[in-house]
Structures are given as C-alpha cells and as structure tokens.
C-alpha cells in the first residue's frame, strides 16, 4: 500500500479512529491492533510475504530470551550467530542470489570457461532490508547487553511490524521506538497537527518534486545516447532531486503518521544538499541508515582509532557494504566505491568532522565560502547518482563520457516522446525553486515546514498550508512506488 494512493487515504483514517476510540483502553490491545493493521497494510502489496516478517520476528524475539537466560559466553555468541545467519541469510537469498549467480558465471566465462547457471525467478519483498536490519540491531543490542529482551511478544511484533516505518524506515533501533510500545499513550492534539503537518510536506516532495522530477529523468537516463552533455547534466539533477524528494518524502509522511498514533520515530533527513562537505552530507543522509552501519560494521572494525590502511580499509568497507545493501547490482558497489572516495581525504586530514552545526545558522544568506562548499559538494553528489540510477556500469561511463564531451556546452534542446508530447516543462524549475526556498528557511526544524509561518497571521499561514494543497493535487501525475520500496 502505497501512502501516495487512495487505499491509504482510506486506510489511515479507519485505523486512526479504531486505534483511538476503540482499542485506548488497554495498551496491550492497542499494539496488538497495530499488528493487525501493520500485516493488513504490508499483505495488501502481497500477502504471500506476511509469514516472513512473522518468521523473522520470532526468530529474535526467541534470541533475545535466549540471551537473557544464559551468561554462558560460547552460547551466547551461537544464539548472536543465529539471528545473524537467519536474517542475513533470508536477505541475501532474496536479494542477491541471482546476483551472486550471475557473476560467477561471468567470471568463469572471462576466464575461457563458459557454465551455465540457473536463474531463479525471485520476487523481492518489500522493505525486507529495513525490517532485516531493525530485528538484526535488537539481537546484537540484546547481545552487547544495551538493551534488556523483551518478554512481551505482542510489543515486539507490533516494534517490528510498525505499519508507518515498516517498508523504508527509517530502520529504528530498539532502544528508542520498542519502550514506547510499553507505556500507555494519549492523544496529544498538538503532536497529532503536527504530524499531520510532517506527512503534507512529504506528500509535497514525493508527489510535486520527486514524481514530476523523475519523468524529466527518467526520459534523458532513458535516452542518454541521443542528447547532448548539457540536458544529461539536467537529467541528473532532476534524478538527485527526485530520489532526494522521494526518500525524504517517504520519511516525512512515515515520521508524520507515527506520531498520529503517539510514536516519535528518528530523523532520517536533514537537508543533506546544503551540506558543506560530504563527510557532513553523510550525516544528513538516510540518518537511520548511516548511524546503523556506523555503530554495527563501521565501529567494530576499529572506525577510525587504527592505523592509516586500517582507516582506508574501513572507509571503503563502509561505503562498499552500504552500495551493496542498496541492490543486487555493480552500480551500487561503485557508487559505494565513489563516495569513499570522495570522504577518505576528509577523514585522513582529520577534517571529516568540521561542519557539526547548520550551514549559515541563524543568517538568512550564507557566506561566499559556503555557498561555493554546498556547490562542490552537491556537484560531486550529483556525479555519484549517476552510477546510482544507472541499469549498468556501461551506461554509467557512457553518460559521463557524453557529459564530457563538446555537446556539454550546447543548449539543452527539448525531446519528444512517441506521444508527441514534450518532458521538459519550465514549471519544474519554479516548483524547484520554491522548494530550495522553503527548504533552506525551515533548515534547522527537522522538517522544512515544522515552524515556517508561525510567526505571520494565520490567514497568511493556512494560505501557505492549502497553497502546497493545491500544488499536491494541481501537478500529480502518474502515481510512482517510492524509490526505496526496491531496497
């Protein structure tokens, strides 16, 4: 189920009113609705899959007892091992078979020996990634004795199963979203305007920025060998604005409809485009993500207190497994590769932590010096999308190499598809303009519109809300699936 479709538009308000004035008597009955819901909402894309988030689910929650009952060393290290096998396993099954497959024979093939491999027709379930990683981080919490098990398995369900996060996170750690699930909650007004608030401007983004930016994109990646190098730049700044508006978006509204029903889930965007540096990007970028691969991978392998290789080793390993989690393909890996790249100097000269506030706080305009740090980094991120969106690796080089080439300073020239019908419209550039505008006046809320217009008449601040009303449903086109549902 989509949070862009009519079946959620439908689906929020009826779970919203059982939840509140049917099942707020008894917290118990309450998480246990949200299962209920939870399975609903993820059976309605296929219900096939329902019994693996369950089998998943009980899997760590019997680990987690497990852990708590015993202080025996060596069986504690084989129960870690077995949530890690069954969850890694069932995700690497899913989502990588085929592509380990593939590459092995294509290797033997390099090598003069040609074998034939069978490939299995896999559907990959939606937001395995997310709820593989959220179970996985309660067990080694459990393990590392952060965190005392839970007992209780209708909570830990419910914590797993969270229809709001449940299919493109944010990826929540145990330690912040399962004690909510414990305590008894009351309808807060204020947080549910809130709330109500967050989800508008993620509707704005998915809807009026990603969705009309991924049309343009779409055609020019689509098409990249007939166009010249100026458009391909413009194809891949609508694609950075597109998986930007996409994912935040996602977010917003998953942030947004969690605290409808009194949850407060994690940041997982932060303005990452008005980053000075990318070190400071991957701080604002896919939070949840980030902070998880920093505190299970990253961490454990020494981060950054060894020696100088032991420091590139574990960039690269970072950045490699987050490319590699991202999807079954080289692209990944090489974006992941690429943007090691682009933080290894950072970190060896010991800058990799030089912009921990917002860019120009409490100023309306920033500096030359920062506008000049966002320019760079926003290009060199925009160069790494590329490889990102593109199918293959010959692609990816080949767009380049159109860019570099002469046509890059040619005026970028509308194209036409079969219809006849052109995709270049120049409203997209005042739909982008005010959003940069909004972004950057609402950069130090968590999101763009937390505060913005609180300080006019509210005539002037409900004409804002239903001005972004209007553009929701004036520029929605053809209904698209969030980038993320694929990872």
């Known amino acids: 189920m989509l949070f862009n479709s009519i079946e959620f538009a439908l689906f929020l308000p009826v779970v919203f009113i059982l939840y509140w004035f049917v099942t707020n008597k008894n917290v118990r009955f309450q ?20 019994a693996l988030i369950a089998f998943s689910s009980s899997v760590d929650y019997l680990v987690g007892i497990s852990l708590s009952n015993t202080d025996n060393q060596q069986k504690r290290k084989l129960l870690l091992y077995t949530s890690i096998f069954v969850n890694i396993g069932l995700l690497g099954f899913f989502k990588y078979f085929n592509f380990f ?31 593989t990683f959220q179970t996985l981080s309660y067990s080694i919490d459990v393990y590392r004795r952060k965190l005392a098990p839970t007992r209780d398995i209708i909570s830990f369900f419910a914590f797993v199963s ?27 007004y204020q947080n549910a305007v809130d709330g109500l608030r967050q989800i508008l401007w993620g509707l704005f983004k998915k809807i009026v920025i990603a969705d009309n930016c991924a049309d343009l994109a779409n055609q020019v990646f689509n098409n990249y060998t007939e166009l010249n190098g100026s458009m391909l730049v413009l194809g891949a ?14 977010s917003d509204i998953a942030i947004g409809t969690a605290r409808l029903f009194g949850f407060n889930l994690m940041q997982n965007f932060n303005f990452p485009y008005f980053s000075r540096d990318i070190a400071e ?43 590699f989690w991202h999807g079954a393909n080289w692209t ?19 800058n990799n932590r030089n912009h921990l506030d917002t860019v120009a706080q409490g100023k309306i305009v920033p500096s030359l010096k920062e506008i000049i740090q966002i320019a760079i980094t926003f290009a060199i991120t925009v160069v790494a999308w590329i490889f990102f969106r593109a199918e293959t690796m010959t692609d990816a080089f080949g767009y380049i190499g159109q860019i570099c080439s002469s046509s890059l300073f040619e005026k970028p020239y509308i194209i036409k598809e079969k219809t006849g019908t052109h995709i270049f419209p120049k409203t997209i550039y005042a739909l982008l303009f005010i959003f940069l505008i909004i972004e950057w006046f609402g950069r130090e809320q968590k999101y763009a519109i937390e505060k913005l217009g609180f300080t006019w008449k509210p005539s ?28």
């Open 162 to 188: 969270f229809f709001p996060q449940l299919v493109a996170g944010p990826i929540e750690r145990a330690t912040n979203l399962l004690p909510q699930f414990y305590k008894k909650r009351s309808f807060n």
């Open 460 to 487: 002037f601040r409900y004409a804002f809300y239903y001005a972004i009303i209007f553009m929701i449903f004036w520029f929605s086109g053809k209904q698209q699936e969030f980038i993320y549902f694929q990872f």
């Open 281 to 323: 990007f991957w701080r604002r970028w896919h939070i949840s993500l980030s902070t998880w691969f920093r505190d299970y991978v990253y961490i454990p392998l020494g981060g950054s207190r060894g020696g100088t290789w032991m420091q590139i080793r574990n960039v690269f390993i970072i950045f490699l497994v987050s490319g």
């Open 332 to 350: 990944f890996l090489a974006w992941g590769f690429l943007n090691a790249c682009y933080f290894l100097p950072l970190l060896l000269t010991k």
């Open 31 to 50: 998480n246990f609705f949200l299962i209920v819901a939870s399975y609903f909402f993820y059976g309605w894309w296929d219900w096939r899959f329902l």
């Open 101 to 131: 497959a593939e590459s092995f024979a294509d290797a033997f093939t390099l090598l003069g020996n040609p074998i034939e491999t069978s490939r299995l027709n896999i559907i990959l379930p939606v937001g395995i990634s997310f709820y």
């Open 237 to 250: 700044i609508f694609f950075t604005f597109q998986i930007y508006g996409d994912f935040s978006g996602y």
